[in-house]
Protein backbone atom coordinates (compact mmCIF):
# COMPACT_ATOMS: atom_id res chain seq x y z
CA UNK A 1 0.00 0.00 0.00
CA UNK A 2 1.83 3.31 -1.03
CA UNK A 3 2.31 5.55 2.06
CA UNK A 4 0.33 8.72 2.02
CA UNK A 5 1.87 12.25 2.00
CA UNK A 6 0.54 15.60 2.46
CA UNK A 7 2.66 18.67 2.16
CA UNK A 8 1.98 22.28 3.43
CA UNK A 9 4.03 25.27 1.54
CA UNK A 10 4.87 28.22 3.76
CA UNK A 11 6.02 31.27 2.77
CA UNK A 12 7.07 32.95 -0.29
CA UNK A 13 6.55 31.70 -3.96
CA UNK A 14 10.49 30.71 -4.18
CA UNK A 15 9.94 28.84 -1.50
CA UNK A 16 6.63 27.34 -3.04
CA UNK A 17 8.78 25.95 -6.03
CA UNK A 18 11.21 24.34 -3.60
CA UNK A 19 7.98 22.04 -2.26
CA UNK A 20 6.62 22.03 -6.50
CA UNK A 21 10.29 19.93 -6.93
CA UNK A 22 9.74 18.33 -3.43
CA UNK A 23 6.37 16.94 -4.68
CA UNK A 24 8.14 15.41 -7.88
CA UNK A 25 10.32 13.92 -5.99
CA UNK A 26 7.87 12.07 -3.78
CA UNK A 27 5.64 11.41 -6.81
CA UNK A 28 8.52 9.89 -8.66
CA UNK A 29 9.12 7.56 -5.56
CA UNK A 30 5.84 6.52 -5.80
CA UNK A 31 4.17 7.94 -2.49
CA UNK A 32 0.53 9.10 -2.62
CA UNK A 33 -0.01 12.81 -2.67
CA UNK A 34 -2.82 13.73 -0.03
CA UNK A 35 -4.15 17.63 0.34
CA UNK A 36 -5.11 16.92 3.78
CA UNK A 37 -2.35 15.96 6.56
CA UNK A 38 -5.13 13.98 8.96
CA UNK A 39 -4.71 10.24 7.96
CA UNK A 40 -1.45 10.56 5.98
CA UNK A 41 1.77 8.76 7.06
CA UNK A 42 3.96 12.04 6.61
CA UNK A 43 3.22 15.34 6.79
CA UNK A 44 6.02 17.89 5.00
CA UNK A 45 5.59 21.40 6.64
CA UNK A 46 8.02 23.67 3.86
CA UNK A 47 9.01 26.77 6.45
CA UNK A 48 9.53 30.35 6.14
CA UNK A 49 11.71 31.91 8.37
CA UNK A 50 12.91 35.04 7.40
CA UNK A 51 10.46 37.42 10.05
CA UNK A 52 8.47 36.89 13.40
CA UNK A 53 5.48 36.73 11.62
CA UNK A 54 6.60 34.19 9.44
CA UNK A 55 8.14 31.86 12.25
CA UNK A 56 4.94 31.90 14.13
CA UNK A 57 3.27 30.74 11.48
CA UNK A 58 5.33 27.64 10.81
CA UNK A 59 5.49 26.91 15.06
CA UNK A 60 2.00 27.07 15.02
CA UNK A 61 1.67 24.67 11.91
CA UNK A 62 3.86 22.41 13.27
CA UNK A 63 2.32 22.14 16.57
CA UNK A 64 -1.02 21.43 15.04
CA UNK A 65 0.40 19.19 12.98
CA UNK A 66 2.04 17.49 16.59
CA UNK A 67 -1.52 17.17 17.94
CA UNK A 68 -2.31 15.29 14.87
CA UNK A 69 0.04 12.75 15.31
CA UNK A 70 -0.56 12.83 19.34
CA UNK A 71 -4.08 11.63 18.35
CA UNK A 72 -2.55 9.07 16.12
CA UNK A 73 -4.00 10.41 12.91
CA UNK A 74 -0.85 11.71 11.01
CA UNK A 75 2.81 9.37 11.42
CA UNK A 76 5.86 11.15 10.64
CA UNK A 77 6.59 15.46 10.57
CA UNK A 78 8.94 16.44 8.17
CA UNK A 79 10.12 20.32 8.89
CA UNK A 80 12.03 21.40 5.71
CA UNK A 81 13.27 25.43 4.69
CA UNK A 82 13.93 28.55 6.08
CA UNK A 83 13.01 27.50 9.59
CA UNK A 84 15.37 24.43 10.30
CA UNK A 85 17.87 26.20 8.49
CA UNK A 86 18.29 29.45 10.90
CA UNK A 87 17.34 27.43 14.21
CA UNK A 88 18.12 23.96 13.90
CA UNK A 89 19.46 23.77 17.40
CA UNK A 90 15.90 25.29 18.18
CA UNK A 91 14.37 23.08 16.56
CA UNK A 92 15.89 19.95 17.98
CA UNK A 93 15.48 21.20 21.77
CA UNK A 94 12.13 22.73 21.56
CA UNK A 95 10.08 20.24 19.16
CA UNK A 96 11.15 16.38 19.62
CA UNK A 97 7.71 15.72 17.81
CA UNK A 98 9.74 16.40 14.49
CA UNK A 99 11.03 13.58 12.87
CA UNK A 100 12.85 14.96 10.21
CA UNK A 101 14.73 18.57 9.17
CA UNK A 102 15.99 19.28 6.41
CA UNK A 103 17.75 22.78 5.00
CA UNK A 104 17.59 24.93 2.39
CA UNK A 105 20.39 22.83 0.88
CA UNK A 106 18.98 19.70 0.82
CA UNK A 107 15.16 19.76 -0.79
CA UNK A 108 16.76 16.98 -3.02
CA UNK A 109 17.12 14.65 -0.55
CA UNK A 110 13.27 14.59 0.78
CA UNK A 111 12.90 10.90 -0.41
CA UNK A 112 15.41 9.30 1.75
CA UNK A 113 14.38 11.37 4.71
CA UNK A 114 11.38 9.74 4.37
CA UNK A 115 12.27 6.56 4.19
CA UNK A 116 15.22 6.98 7.14
CA UNK A 117 11.92 8.51 9.32
CA UNK A 118 9.74 5.82 8.33
CA UNK A 119 12.69 3.45 9.55
CA UNK A 120 12.17 5.39 12.76
CA UNK A 121 15.29 7.11 12.59
CA UNK A 122 15.54 11.11 13.02
CA UNK A 123 16.88 12.23 10.52
CA UNK A 124 18.62 15.70 9.50
CA UNK A 125 19.59 16.31 6.43
CA UNK A 126 21.90 20.51 6.26
CA UNK A 127 23.13 20.55 2.65
CA UNK A 128 25.44 23.00 1.34
CA UNK A 129 23.22 26.17 0.65
CA UNK A 130 25.78 28.00 -1.34
CA UNK A 131 25.81 25.14 -3.72
CA UNK A 132 24.51 25.75 -7.27
CA UNK A 133 20.75 25.94 -7.79
CA UNK A 134 18.63 22.33 -7.46
CA UNK A 135 17.86 21.47 -11.01
CA UNK A 136 14.68 19.39 -10.47
CA UNK A 137 11.57 19.04 -11.86
CA UNK A 138 8.09 20.04 -10.15
CA UNK A 139 4.58 19.32 -10.02
CA UNK A 140 3.38 22.66 -10.66
CA UNK A 141 0.97 23.76 -7.78
CA UNK A 142 -0.56 26.76 -9.30
CA UNK A 143 -3.26 27.52 -11.76
CA UNK A 144 -3.47 25.48 -15.18
CA UNK A 145 -2.26 28.88 -16.66
CA UNK A 146 0.63 30.53 -14.91
CA UNK A 147 3.93 29.16 -12.85
CA UNK A 148 6.19 30.52 -11.03
CA UNK A 149 9.95 30.38 -12.75
CA UNK A 150 12.80 31.00 -10.38
CA UNK A 151 15.70 31.93 -12.36
CA UNK A 152 18.38 32.07 -9.01
CA UNK A 153 18.90 31.53 -5.28
CA UNK A 154 20.40 33.48 -2.46
CA UNK A 155 21.24 37.06 -2.26
CA UNK A 156 24.46 39.26 -1.99
CA UNK A 157 22.80 42.61 -1.21
CA UNK A 158 22.70 42.20 2.34
CA UNK A 159 20.31 44.82 3.56
CA UNK A 160 20.91 45.77 7.30
CA UNK A 161 17.29 44.63 7.80
CA UNK A 162 17.32 41.00 5.99
CA UNK A 163 18.10 37.57 6.92
CA UNK A 164 17.70 36.07 3.84
CA UNK A 165 21.32 35.92 2.70
CA UNK A 166 21.78 34.62 5.97
CA UNK A 167 19.52 31.70 5.62
CA UNK A 168 19.53 31.23 1.88
CA UNK A 169 22.82 31.46 0.71
CA UNK A 170 24.81 33.56 -1.73
CA UNK A 171 23.34 34.88 -5.32
CA UNK A 172 23.62 32.34 -7.46
CA UNK A 173 21.67 32.22 -11.16
CA UNK A 174 20.20 29.37 -12.62
CA UNK A 175 21.87 28.60 -16.28
CA UNK A 176 19.63 30.22 -19.26
CA UNK A 177 19.43 27.05 -20.97
CA UNK A 178 18.45 24.94 -17.95
CA UNK A 179 15.73 28.02 -17.36
CA UNK A 180 14.87 28.17 -21.20
CA UNK A 181 14.19 24.48 -20.94
CA UNK A 182 11.74 24.36 -18.27
CA UNK A 183 9.95 27.86 -19.65
CA UNK A 184 9.39 25.20 -22.76
CA UNK A 185 7.96 22.35 -21.16
CA UNK A 186 5.84 24.59 -18.90
CA UNK A 187 4.63 25.89 -22.17
CA UNK A 188 4.19 22.61 -23.10
CA UNK A 189 2.09 21.74 -20.39
CA UNK A 190 -0.38 25.04 -21.08
CA UNK A 191 1.53 27.92 -18.92
CA UNK A 192 0.72 30.89 -20.76
CA UNK A 193 1.78 33.25 -18.04
CA UNK A 194 5.32 33.03 -16.44
CA UNK A 195 5.89 35.02 -12.64
CA UNK A 196 9.84 35.25 -13.39
CA UNK A 197 11.11 35.53 -9.34
CA UNK A 198 14.20 34.74 -7.12
CA UNK A 199 15.17 37.54 -4.13
CA UNK A 200 17.06 40.19 -7.23
CA UNK A 201 15.70 39.05 -10.45
CA UNK A 202 17.92 42.81 -11.89
CA UNK A 203 20.92 40.84 -10.42
CA UNK A 204 20.59 37.72 -12.95
CA UNK A 205 23.53 36.44 -14.63
CA UNK A 206 25.81 38.43 -12.65
CA UNK A 207 27.91 35.59 -11.10
CA UNK A 208 27.64 33.07 -14.28
CA UNK A 209 27.66 35.47 -17.02
CA UNK A 210 29.60 38.13 -15.21
CA UNK A 211 27.17 40.80 -16.65
CA UNK A 212 23.43 41.44 -16.10
CA UNK A 213 21.20 39.49 -18.31
CA UNK A 214 17.64 39.69 -17.26
CA UNK A 215 16.82 41.37 -20.48
CA UNK A 216 18.60 38.98 -22.73
CA UNK A 217 16.50 36.34 -20.62
CA UNK A 218 13.04 37.95 -21.38
CA UNK A 219 14.29 38.23 -24.74
CA UNK A 220 14.66 34.42 -25.15
CA UNK A 221 11.38 33.64 -22.97
CA UNK A 222 9.49 35.99 -25.41
CA UNK A 223 10.18 33.34 -28.54
CA UNK A 224 8.82 29.96 -26.50
CA UNK A 225 5.66 29.91 -28.55
CA UNK A 226 2.51 29.57 -26.01
CA UNK A 227 4.29 32.05 -23.56
CA UNK A 228 2.22 35.25 -23.50
CA UNK A 229 2.87 36.91 -20.43
CA UNK A 230 5.75 37.91 -18.26
CA UNK A 231 5.99 38.99 -15.50
CA UNK A 232 9.01 40.42 -13.40
CA UNK A 233 9.14 40.38 -9.61
CA UNK A 234 11.68 41.31 -7.42
CA UNK A 235 13.24 43.95 -9.34
CA UNK A 236 15.92 46.09 -7.35
CA UNK A 237 15.85 49.65 -8.16
CA UNK A 238 19.46 50.40 -8.58
CA UNK A 239 20.10 47.62 -11.60
CA UNK A 240 17.67 49.35 -13.76
CA UNK A 241 19.98 50.20 -17.41
CA UNK A 242 18.83 51.20 -20.60
CA UNK A 243 18.93 47.73 -22.77
CA UNK A 244 16.50 46.19 -19.54
CA UNK A 245 13.87 48.83 -20.12
CA UNK A 246 14.13 49.07 -23.83
CA UNK A 247 13.33 44.95 -23.50
CA UNK A 248 10.44 45.54 -20.86
CA UNK A 249 8.93 48.59 -23.12
CA UNK A 250 9.10 47.04 -26.77
CA UNK A 251 8.42 42.92 -25.65
CA UNK A 252 4.71 42.82 -26.20
CA UNK A 253 5.01 39.69 -24.19
CA UNK A 254 6.47 40.91 -20.45
CA UNK A 255 3.23 42.82 -18.59
CA UNK A 256 3.86 46.34 -18.26
CA UNK A 257 3.88 45.34 -14.20
CA UNK A 258 6.63 45.90 -12.43
CA UNK A 259 7.70 44.77 -8.67
CA UNK A 260 10.38 46.80 -7.19
CA UNK A 261 10.70 46.64 -3.40
CA UNK A 262 12.14 50.18 -1.95
CA UNK A 263 11.77 49.62 1.63
CA UNK A 264 11.87 53.63 2.54
CA UNK A 265 12.93 56.76 0.77
CA UNK A 266 14.73 58.68 2.88
CA UNK A 267 18.07 58.69 2.60
CA UNK A 268 19.67 58.40 5.57
CA UNK A 269 17.71 55.33 5.93
CA UNK A 270 18.38 53.88 2.99
CA UNK A 271 22.16 54.48 3.47
CA UNK A 272 21.71 53.00 7.06
CA UNK A 273 19.87 49.87 5.59
CA UNK A 274 22.36 49.59 2.96
CA UNK A 275 20.13 50.41 0.53
CA UNK A 276 22.10 50.88 -3.07
CA UNK A 277 20.76 53.77 -4.56
CA UNK A 278 19.42 57.44 -3.18
CA UNK A 279 16.03 59.03 -2.89
CA UNK A 280 16.53 60.71 -6.48
CA UNK A 281 18.06 57.97 -7.68
CA UNK A 282 14.22 56.36 -7.17
CA UNK A 283 12.33 59.01 -7.85
CA UNK A 284 14.39 59.13 -11.14
CA UNK A 285 14.07 55.97 -12.13
CA UNK A 286 9.93 55.61 -11.23
CA UNK A 287 9.68 58.81 -13.59
CA UNK A 288 12.24 57.46 -16.31
CA UNK A 289 9.37 53.99 -16.33
CA UNK A 290 6.76 55.98 -16.28
CA UNK A 291 7.95 57.95 -19.44
CA UNK A 292 9.04 54.71 -21.38
CA UNK A 293 6.68 52.51 -20.67
CA UNK A 294 3.49 53.60 -21.21
CA UNK A 295 0.15 52.28 -18.83
CA UNK A 296 2.57 50.82 -16.53
CA UNK A 297 1.83 49.27 -13.49
CA UNK A 298 4.08 49.45 -10.06
CA UNK A 299 4.28 47.58 -7.23
CA UNK A 300 6.95 47.82 -4.37
CA UNK A 301 7.58 47.10 -0.58
CA UNK A 302 7.58 48.97 2.12
CA UNK A 303 8.90 48.62 6.28
CA UNK A 304 7.47 51.23 9.22
CA UNK A 305 9.55 51.52 11.37
CA UNK A 306 12.97 51.24 10.14
CA UNK A 307 16.03 52.23 12.39
CA UNK A 308 16.47 56.03 12.25
CA UNK A 309 12.57 56.71 11.24
CA UNK A 310 11.29 59.35 13.21
CA UNK A 311 8.12 61.48 12.52
CA UNK A 312 9.57 63.65 9.65
CA UNK A 313 11.56 60.36 8.34
CA UNK A 314 7.90 58.95 8.28
CA UNK A 315 6.44 61.49 6.62
CA UNK A 316 8.31 62.17 3.84
CA UNK A 317 7.62 58.56 2.85
CA UNK A 318 3.82 59.06 2.87
CA UNK A 319 4.71 62.44 0.87
CA UNK A 320 6.74 60.33 -1.50
CA UNK A 321 3.92 57.71 -1.79
CA UNK A 322 1.09 60.78 -2.48
CA UNK A 323 3.54 61.60 -5.08
CA UNK A 324 4.37 58.26 -6.46
CA UNK A 325 1.19 56.94 -6.62
CA UNK A 326 2.60 53.34 -6.77
CA UNK A 327 -0.87 51.19 -7.82
CA UNK A 328 0.69 48.55 -5.55
CA UNK A 329 2.00 47.48 -2.20
CA UNK A 330 2.91 45.22 -0.14
CA UNK A 331 3.45 47.18 3.66
CA UNK A 332 5.43 45.23 6.95
CA UNK A 333 6.21 46.78 9.98
CA UNK A 334 9.41 46.11 10.81
CA UNK A 335 10.79 43.26 12.45
CA UNK A 336 14.21 42.98 14.30
CA UNK A 337 15.62 39.76 13.06
CA UNK A 338 18.18 38.74 15.15
CA UNK A 339 21.74 38.40 13.64
CA UNK A 340 20.65 41.39 11.24
CA UNK A 341 22.98 44.45 11.81
CA UNK A 342 19.56 46.94 11.97
CA UNK A 343 18.62 44.90 14.89
CA UNK A 344 21.08 46.23 16.83
CA UNK A 345 20.33 49.73 15.75
CA UNK A 346 18.06 51.81 17.85
CA UNK A 347 14.22 51.88 16.55
CA UNK A 348 10.57 52.56 17.63
CA UNK A 349 8.59 49.60 19.10
CA UNK A 350 6.45 47.55 17.16
CA UNK A 351 3.01 48.85 17.88
CA UNK A 352 4.76 52.29 16.65
CA UNK A 353 5.78 50.46 13.36
CA UNK A 354 2.61 48.85 13.62
CA UNK A 355 0.66 51.95 13.38
CA UNK A 356 2.29 53.66 10.61
CA UNK A 357 2.04 50.25 8.20
CA UNK A 358 -1.28 50.62 8.66
CA UNK A 359 -1.67 54.37 8.11
CA UNK A 360 0.84 53.69 4.62
CA UNK A 361 -1.61 51.13 4.09
CA UNK A 362 -4.80 52.87 4.08
CA UNK A 363 -3.01 56.00 2.01
CA UNK A 364 -1.88 53.25 -0.94
CA UNK A 365 -5.67 52.04 -0.08
CA UNK A 366 -6.82 55.14 -1.72
CA UNK A 367 -4.39 55.01 -4.47
CA UNK A 368 -5.42 51.55 -5.34
CA UNK A 369 -9.07 53.02 -5.74
CA UNK A 370 -7.99 55.59 -7.81
CA UNK A 371 -6.15 53.39 -10.24
CA UNK A 372 -9.29 50.87 -10.10
CA UNK A 373 -11.50 53.60 -10.65
CA UNK A 374 -8.95 54.55 -13.71
CA UNK A 375 -9.81 51.25 -15.47
CA UNK A 376 -13.24 51.58 -16.08
CA UNK A 377 -14.00 52.34 -19.39
CA UNK A 378 -10.78 50.37 -20.89
CA UNK A 379 -10.57 47.08 -22.36
CA UNK A 380 -8.27 44.78 -20.93
CA UNK A 381 -6.54 41.87 -21.62
CA UNK A 382 -7.76 39.42 -19.24
CA UNK A 383 -6.48 35.87 -17.90
CA UNK A 384 -9.58 33.86 -17.02
CA UNK A 385 -8.97 31.68 -14.04
CA UNK A 386 -12.63 30.07 -13.85
CA UNK A 387 -16.26 30.96 -13.00
CA UNK A 388 -17.20 32.24 -9.54
CA UNK A 389 -20.85 30.00 -8.78
CA UNK A 390 -21.47 32.96 -6.36
CA UNK A 391 -21.04 35.99 -8.43
CA UNK A 392 -22.17 34.00 -11.21
CA UNK A 393 -19.75 35.72 -13.30
CA UNK A 394 -15.97 34.29 -14.96
CA UNK A 395 -13.06 35.73 -13.54
CA UNK A 396 -9.22 36.38 -13.96
CA UNK A 397 -6.32 38.58 -13.61
CA UNK A 398 -5.45 41.85 -16.37
CA UNK A 399 -2.09 42.88 -16.67
CA UNK A 400 -2.13 45.23 -13.39
CA UNK A 401 -2.30 41.86 -11.21
CA UNK A 402 -0.46 39.39 -9.98
CA UNK A 403 -1.83 36.07 -8.28
CA UNK A 404 -2.38 35.92 -4.53
CA UNK A 405 -1.75 39.63 -3.95
CA UNK A 406 -3.20 41.99 -6.27
CA UNK A 407 -7.31 42.02 -7.62
CA UNK A 408 -9.49 40.17 -9.85
CA UNK A 409 -11.59 41.38 -12.84
CA UNK A 410 -14.98 39.56 -12.74
CA UNK A 411 -16.92 39.51 -15.98
CA UNK A 412 -19.75 38.52 -18.05
CA UNK A 413 -18.77 36.43 -21.21
CA UNK A 414 -18.03 32.90 -22.89
CA UNK A 415 -14.84 32.77 -20.99
CA UNK A 416 -12.24 29.93 -20.98
CA UNK A 417 -10.31 28.73 -18.33
CA UNK A 418 -6.79 29.62 -19.05
CA UNK A 419 -7.08 31.63 -22.33
CA UNK A 420 -6.10 35.43 -22.38
CA UNK A 421 -9.73 37.23 -23.55
CA UNK A 422 -10.71 40.74 -23.87
CA UNK A 423 -12.90 42.70 -21.18
CA UNK A 424 -14.21 46.18 -21.67
CA UNK A 425 -14.42 47.43 -17.61
CA UNK A 426 -17.74 48.99 -16.71
CA UNK A 427 -17.17 49.03 -12.76
CA UNK A 428 -15.80 48.22 -9.75
CA UNK A 429 -16.28 46.77 -6.35
CA UNK A 430 -16.10 48.00 -2.93
CA UNK A 431 -13.10 44.93 -2.90
CA UNK A 432 -11.65 47.54 -5.52
CA UNK A 433 -12.37 44.18 -7.81
CA UNK A 434 -13.29 45.09 -11.58
CA UNK A 435 -16.42 43.94 -13.10
CA UNK A 436 -16.67 43.85 -17.21
CA UNK A 437 -18.02 42.20 -19.80
CA UNK A 438 -16.19 39.71 -22.37
CA UNK A 439 -15.49 41.63 -25.69
S1 LIG B 1 17.47 42.30 -1.68
FE1 LIG B 1 17.70 42.83 0.46
S2 LIG B 1 15.66 42.47 1.28
FE2 LIG B 1 15.76 41.36 -0.63
S3 LIG B 1 16.41 39.28 -0.09
FE3 LIG B 1 18.24 40.49 -0.60
S4 LIG B 1 19.01 41.24 1.35
FE4 LIG B 1 16.87 40.61 1.64
Keep these: MKKSIALISLGCAKNLVNS???????????????PDPEGCDAVIINTCGFIDAAKSEAIDTILQMAELKAASKLGKIIVTGCLPERYRDDIRAELPEIDAILGVGSFADIVSALDEAFAGNIVEYFGDKNAPVDELPRVVSTGPSWAYLKIAEGCDNFCAFCAIPYIRGRYRSRSMTNILEEARSLAEH????????????????????????LAELCSKLSEIDGIEWIRLHYTYPDQFDDELIDEIASNDKIVKYLDIPIQHINDGILRAMNRHGTSDDIRQLFKDLRQRIPGLVLRTSIIAGLPGEGEAEFEELCEFLREAKIERAGVFPFSPEEGTRAAKMEHVDFETAQRRAELIMQLQSEIMEEFCRSQVGKTLRVLCEGYDEEQKMFFGRSYADSPDIDGLVFFDGAGCEGNIVDVKITAITDECFLVGEEV
Excluded at 20 to 34: K, T
Excluded at 190 to 213: F, H, N
Design 20 to 34: EQMLYLLDEAGYALS
Design 190 to 213: GVKELIVIAQDITKYGTDLYGKRS
